[in-house]
């Protein structure tokens, strides 16, 4: 575990393990270093794997003001900048996702090969194909006096397949638990959804994907409410070394519903691109 500090002096919170060639884990809104459970003990037995909370989650600083893709990026650089680390495979979740390909736009030298996961170009893109009402709303902080329970609910509802959901008993519960534990505050929530999907203006990337030259794997979740297919569909149209995996039967949440068949795509991906 450890901290680097970012340009404007927020503290950027870490972890890696393992040995090999650098994989950076790059996760979504209000996600932190503890949603990679599934991923992190398979890569590290291959790679030296590292982890960091954003800005405004988890161990990391989280001050009240704008965020946005550029000031992410600037943060991950910090930390790579910290490990010593030129180069790496890079592979990023939703917001993650907007944050890899702005990393990779600002220091593509610093990029092997990128994925890709439940994501898109950006908000702020024309291309941008937005959820359903439903979905925004729920993704918005919680209204004044809706209890713990109702929260995890509408959370579930948009964020997991409905199958994954009827497997694990008591998965509510489970949710309310760790919704207690994220300690995120609400303001941190707040500023990392703006600068991901309520600022209309916040990140505009189609133009850019043309200039994409490492291999990407674009993985989507078929039935992923929150990024709708069509955005995944989109890269996959528009960069020019891509492989694209859709997973049947998940959702947004795709590493963690069917954490075998993401962990196989990525690591395939992943060893045919070595160089």
Same mark, same amino acid.
């Given at each position: 575990?450890?901290?680097?500090?970012?340009?404007?002096?927020?503290?950027?919170?870490?972890?890696?393990?393992?040995?090999?060639?650098?994989?950076?884990?790059?996760?979504?809104?209000?996600?932190?270093?503890?949603?990679?459970?599934?991923?992190?003990?398979?890569?590290?037995?291959?790679?030296?794997?590292?982890?960091?909370?954003?800005?405004?989650?988890?161990?990391?600083?989280?001050?009240?003001?704008?965020?946005?893709?550029?000031? =992410?990026?600037? !943060?991950?650089?910090?930390?790579?900048?910290?490990?010593?680390?030129?180069?790496?495979?890079?592979?990023?979740l939703s917001?993650?996702?907007?944050?890899?390909?702005?990393?990779?736009?600002?220091?593509p030298h610093?990029?092997?090969?990128?994925?890709?996961?439940?994501?898109?170009?950006?908000?702020? !893109?024309?291309?941008?194909?937005?959820?359903?009402?439903?979905?925004?709303?729920?993704?918005?902080?919680?209204?004044?006096?809706?209890?713990?329970?109702?929260?995890?609910?509408?959370?579930?509802?948009?964020?997991?397949?409905?199958?994954?959901?009827?497997?694990?008993?008591?998965?509510?519960?489970?949710?309310?638990?760790?919704?207690?534990?994220?300690?995120?505050?609400?303001?941190?929530?707040?500023?990392?959804?703006?600068?991901?999907?309520?600022?209309?203006?916040?990140?505009?990337?189609?133009?850019?994907?043309?200039?994409?030259?490492?291999?990407?794997?674009?993985?989507?979740?078929?039935? !992923?409410?929150?990024?709708?297919?069509?955005?995944?569909?989109?890269?996959?149209?528009?960069?020019?070394?891509?492989?694209?995996?859709?997973?049947?039967?998940?959702?947004?949440?795709?590493?963690?519903?069917?954490?075998?068949? =993401?962990?196989?795509?990525?690591?395939? =991906?992943?060893?045919?691109?070595?160089?």
């Amino acid at each position: 575990m450890g901290y680097a500090t970012s340009k404007d002096g927020t503290r950027i919170h870490y972890e890696e393990q393992g040995n090999g060639e650098p994989l950076v884990l790059v996760i979504g809104l209000g996600g932190t270093v503890d949603a990679w459970k599934q991923q992190v003990p398979f890569f590290s037995k291959d790679y030296r794997v590292i982890t960091l909370d954003n800005r405004g989650a988890g161990l990391s600083d989280a001050p009240d003001e704008p965020y946005s893709m550029p000031i =992410f990026a600037d !943060d991950l650089k910090a930390v790579l900048d910290d490990l010593g680390i030129t180069r790496t495979a890079m592979l990023g979740l939703s917001m993650g996702g907007l944050i890899v390909q702005e990393f990779y736009h600002r220091y593509p030298h610093m990029i092997s090969r990128l994925v890709l996961g439940c994501t898109g170009v950006g908000a702020g !893109d024309p291309e941008y194909v937005y959820p359903e009402q439903d979905v925004m709303d729920a993704l918005q902080p919680p209204p004044e006096g809706m209890d713990l329970y109702q929260q995890a609910l509408r959370k579930i509802e948009i964020f997991y397949h409905h199958e994954y959901i009827a497997r694990i008993p008591g998965f509510v519960e489970i949710i309310m638990e760790k919704m207690k534990d994220s300690g995120q505050a609400p303001h941190a929530y707040r500023r990392q959804l703006e600068a991901c999907v309520l600022n209309k203006e916040s990140y505009w990337n189609s133009p850019r994907l043309k200039n994409i030259s490492v291999p990407v794997l674009v993985i989507h979740g078929a039935e !992923d409410r929150i990024w709708p297919l069509q955005n995944a569909q989109y890269l996959a149209d528009n960069i020019s070394d891509v492989e694209f995996v859709i997973l049947p039967n998940t959702a947004h949440m795709l590493f963690l519903e069917d954490p075998n068949a =993401f962990n196989d795509a990525v690591n395939n =991906f992943l060893t045919r691109t070595k160089k």
